[in-house]
Nanobody, 126 residues
Framework: QVQLVESGGGLVQAGGSLRLSCAVSGLTFSRYSMGWFRQAPGAEREFVSAISWSGGSTYYADSFHGRSTISRDNAKNTVFLQMSRLKPEDTAVYYC???????????????????WGQGTQVTVSS
């Protein structure tokens, strides 16, 4: 059974930082590309960041360029998202997701991902 379990969310003041983690089990982690998405109430799920299976390539939504870092530890089956300079508009449930690498697919589309975690709430106060 494939499981993705996010942690590290919480309440933080604007300008603060958080480090999200996603522990993966039930699949060969090093063969999967990983992504982070978020969803605010009433909004669609949106892309935040992605990382290749090896960790050698990383991708970010424009709004997260320069203030977030995605990384992975294939020995520990875990992917991380370090976020800084958080803003109230970053408040959302953050999800990690796994997909089989495919250079022809759009890594920013939620539909391209095969497995999802349950999400972790991030709340940024002003």
């Amino acid at each position: 059974q494939v499981q993705l379990v996010e942690s590290g969310g919480g309440l933080v003041q604007a300008g603060g930082s958080l480090r999200l983690s996603c522990a993966v089990s039930g699949l060969t982690f090093s063969r999967y590309s990983m992504g982070w998405f978020r969803q605010a109430p009433g909004a669609e799920r949106e892309f935040v960041s992605a990382i290749s299976w090896s960790g050698g390539s990383t991708y970010y939504a424009d709004s997260f360029h320069g203030r977030s870092t995605i990384s992975r530890d294939n020995a520990k089956n875990t992917v991380f998202l370090q976020m800084s300079r958080l803003k109230p508009e970053d408040t959302a449930v953050y999800y990690c997701a796994a997909r089989v690498p495919n250079p022809k697919s759009d890594r920013a589309r939620p539909q391209e991902y095969d497995y999802w975690g349950q999400g972790t709430q991030v709340t940024v106060s002003s």
